[in-house]
């Protein structure tokens, strides 16, 4: 395996290590925690077996501040129980009737009434703290112990059921969790309120209950809600009971839950299925008694599954989008972050529930660094090109070179199909030795304008100057059409430029320049040649080395090909074969040498 997909394998794991530490941690708790509830959170329509009355702010009005005298309830109750073939299935207040009254006779009336009506479930309650447990073999500090016991007084024991409202929030104040039984100090196991309700509801249905929900930590289950504020409340108040403002018979058969209504009664809470708008304690308990009635209990996935889960998506996401372009980056990035949230939405309504919130940032995360970094890799890469390229080869060639970037660029070499061309002055050396120094460099100058001008003209690469002689390629590093007819082009434009350059010469300084070209085409070596300090993107091989003595061989003026080159241009070139007449340094006898006379279209 190469380094670099070794290397990019150790990133991604490290990485995705490290994003799972940070889901561990517990700091995207909250923000996760909203952000599923959205998704997971939905309402519903209520079947209307389950009515709220309210103990609002018009009884208040009428009534005056809570706590009222416990014969009103009493009223309440027996004007929903007054037909007895028509009465609710069973009632639940959402009310602590703890301790004897100080109108003994309401007391007794109330559990009078409650009897009556077999009907009637109350409420009770946990206070919890801290305790010192002695588990007979060590000492431990249970924080959730029940330090007292509010239970209704003895005559309402007596007389109905009860079961407990204790409420407790997640550590965000959202209340995504229902207590579905507290032990009390006496040992005995008390349900919950709803439950409680909701298995009366069965007993007088003749139907059996649903299972329990399974349970953590001492008797918590996730608590899937049904109806927003004010989806089991249809307005009606309990002073509309105590003055006979609606008919009993409306409530036949039903679950009738009756508890605070009104702002200031501290029974409002921030739940799950709406963060912005409070519920009422007794709505809770009605969500809870439709949970119960569909026997629908979501559990949430084990962290240590989730992390594992998260670990392989987050390594594999990031190890494809290492080095990949844009808009791939972007499709994984929606792809997966898509099909994430759809499989929460799916495996809920199987009863499971995943973290919605951790993929998705962190698949979020990954792309927006690795397009960043991506992109601060290829604009280095461009710099490098063309700080490699820029001086030597055409604009448009350079355009693409940038586009490719580094794909285009294979360090240490590699073959191609090359098309190669050098040219050199000839007489140079004798004329160098008859004038002043700076004149040479100004003829030099002018003649390695006009030959790269020519290069560049038709798309070719500058490799390199070698005192009075260029060197140039075609078809690399990137691949061109008709690399050949490229070549021989520039070496047409040098002849026909060193004639009007040796025009020029001539007359300011008594001495003509002529050209001779040398193209061959055919198989070599191109890539980053050199020493580690010191490398040059160059191309080496017999082909190179066949073009430079094609070049060296030819007279001022003119362009010797091989047999290669004439085949490639066909009918577009006529040619004149010199056949093995010049006999080349390293070639065998019979390699045909050819002149190039002129290119036709």
Known sequence: M????????????????????????????????????????????????????????????????????????????????????????????????????????????????????????????????????????????????????????????????????????????????????????????????????????????????????????????????????????????????????????????????????????????????????????????????????????????????????????????????????????????????????????VLYRMGVILHVLWVPLFVTILFVATVALNYFRTQKEKRRVTETFGRYVDPAVMKELLERGGDALELGGKMYDIAVLFVDIRGFTTMSESLDPQTVVEIINRYLTLTTECIMRHHGMLDKFVGDCTMAFWNAPIPQEDPVYLACCAAMDMVVGAKALGDELQERFGRRVDFGVGVNFGPAVVGNIGAPKRMDYTAIGDTVNTASRLESNAPGGKIFISRAVADALGERAKVTSLGSSIKLKGKAEGFEILTLDELIG
């Open 2 to 345: 190469k380094r670099a997909t070794w290397l990019k394998i150790c990133i991604s794991l490290l990485v995705s290590a490290v994003l799972c530490l940070l889901a561990w941690s517990g700091v995207l708790d909250e923000l996760d925690g909203s952000i599923s509830d959205a998704l997971y959170q939905q309402s519903g329509m209520t079947d209307g077996e389950i009515v709220v009355i309210g103990m609002d702010q018009r009884a208040i009005e009428e009534l005056g501040p809570m706590p009222w005298p416990r014969d009103i309830m009493a009223d309440a109750v027996a004007y929903l129980n007054s037909d007895p073939e028509q009465k609710p299935a069973v009632i639940g207040i959402d009310v602590l009737y703890v301790g004897e009254s100080a109108d003994p006779g309401a007391d007794a009336y109330l559990a009078e009434i409650a009897a009556e009506g077999e009907n009637l479930v109350v409420a009770s309650a946990a206070s919890f703290g801290n305790s010192i447990v002695d588990d007979g073999e060590s000492f431990y500090l249970d924080e959730r112990s029940v330090l007292y016991w509010d239970s209704p007084y003895p005559d309402l024991d007596d007389v109905t059921d009860t079961g407990h409202i204790n409420a407790m929030a997640d550590a965000d104040g959202i209340i995504r969790h229902a207590l579905l039984y507290v032990d009390s100090p006496d040992g005995e196991r008390v349900y919950s309120f709803a439950r409680v309700l909701y298995e009366r509801w069965c007993e007088a249905n003749g139907t059996d209950p649903n299972p329990l929900p399974d349970t953590v930590d001492n008797g918590f289950f996730y608590l899937p809600y049904t109806a927003r504020c004010g989806g089991y409340y249809e307005n009606v108040s309990v002073i509309d009971c105590l003055e006979g403002l609606v008919d009993p018979a409306d409530f036949a058969g039903k679950i009738v839950l009756i508890g605070p209504y009104a702002a200031g009664m501290q029974d409002e809470y921030r739940t799950a299925i709406d963060h912005a708008a409070p519920m009422y304690g007794i709505e809770i308990q009605a969500n809870q008694i439709e949970a119960f009635r569909k026997g629908f209990y979501p559990a949430e996935a084990g962290n240590p599954l989730q992390l594992i889960l998260l670990f392989l998506i987050c390594a594999g996401v990031l190890y494809f989008l290492i080095d990949r372009k844009v808009l791939p980056a972007i499709l994984i990035w929606l792809a997966v972050s898509g099909l994430w949230i759809a499989v929460c939405a």
